[in-house]
């Protein structure tokens, strides 16, 4: 069965300091995997997509496959960075375009 | 261009009462999602729609739970009778071409 895991339900670093958000995930195939963010009174929003291979507010995400994993890296934290962030993957199948979502992990930079 | 939006931002129900939440999705999208975050954890999904067809419902908790997707267009899910367990925040959300989820700013669900 497909499942995302992320196994810190919270996260402090100090502003500047490194940054990584782990996300791990079963699947019998190909997914398409994503990362989500939330801020505080925001919507929930697309942060990056690992196929786009791009960098977005100075995060990172390498997809794994051997290690089943697509952790969520920042050299250097800022405030602004602090938010849910959630991993999710999306997969072919019967429902193609079904998304789940890890349990999310909450970041706090701190200044 | 106008985003999701869902409504009720907030009901507060008496078990046993039945509630209506709705959901507009981005003019166009054919993939309209439901999800549910219970108590902070996980964002569970709850079904998709494509167009007005029910795509997958696997994550239904019981027969409580009724959605439909009118000519395609807005989305409800009826709860009834509701349950404490039913709190919680429900999300819509909507895509086009299996590209990003665009989500709503959530229905909150008290049940007392």
């Known amino acids: 069965a497909q499942r995302v895991t992320q196994p810190e339900k919270l996260l402090s670093v100090f502003k500047g300091a490194p940054v990584e958000l782990k996300c791990n995930y079963s699947?019998?195939?190909?997914?398409?995997l994503f990362w989500y963010v939330q801020y505080s009174r925001q919507r929930l929003q697309l942060l990056l997509r690992h196929i786009s291979r791009e960098s977005i507010k100075g995060f990172t995400a390498d997809l794994n496959k051997g290690e089943t994993s697509f952790h969520l890296k920042k050299p250097f934290a800022q405030e602004e960075d602090s938010a849910m962030y959630y991993c999710?993957?999306?997969?072919?199948?019967?429902?193609?375009?079904?998304?789940?979502f890890g349990p999310g992990t909450s970041l706090s930079v701190i200044p | 261009e106008a985003g999701v939006t869902q409504f009720p931002s907030h009901s507060v129900i008496e078990k046993g009462q039945t509630v209506t939440l709705r959901c507009d999705p981005i003019s166009g999208h054919d993939n309209l999602y439901w999800y549910r975050r219970v108590m902070g954890k996980e964002i569970k999904f709850l079904l998709h729609?494509?167009?007005?067809?029910?795509?997958?419902e696997s994550g239904m908790p019981n027969n409580r739970f009724l959605a439909e997707r009118t000519g395609g267009t807005y989305s409800t899910l009826k709860v009834q009778p509701a349950e404490l367990e039913d709190s919680g925040v429900y999300f819509c959300?909507?895509?086009?071409?299996?590209?990003?989820?665009?989500f709503g700013s959530g229905t909150q669900l008290s049940v007392l």
């Open positions: 959300a909507s895509s086009q071409g299996g590209r990003e989820l665009f």
């Open positions: 699947y019998s195939g190909s997914p398409e």
């Open positions: 729609f494509v167009k007005e067809s029910k795509q997958d």
């Open positions: 999710a993957l999306r997969g072919p199948g019967p429902s193609y375009d079904k998304v789940i």
